[in-house]
């Protein structure tokens, strides 16, 4: 499939918009401080603080 087609940017364009909403909902609920502080966490197990 050439890379220029309508199709293909048609599904292009989706699955960003798909993405983009996902982490929209993922942002609503509390997710990003979530996986924030569980990396945060990680990291310092990792150096030896924790």
Not at 41 to 49: D, E, K, L, V, Y
């Amino acid at each position: 499939m050439n890379s220029n087609s309508p199709k293909t940017k048609w599904i292009t364009m989706a699955v960003f918009l798909i993405g983009v909403a996902m982490i929209g909902f993922g942002i609503a609920r509390g997710e990003a401080v979530t996986v924030m502080t569980k990396a945060t966490s990680i990291c310092m197990q990792c150096i030896g603080i924790n």
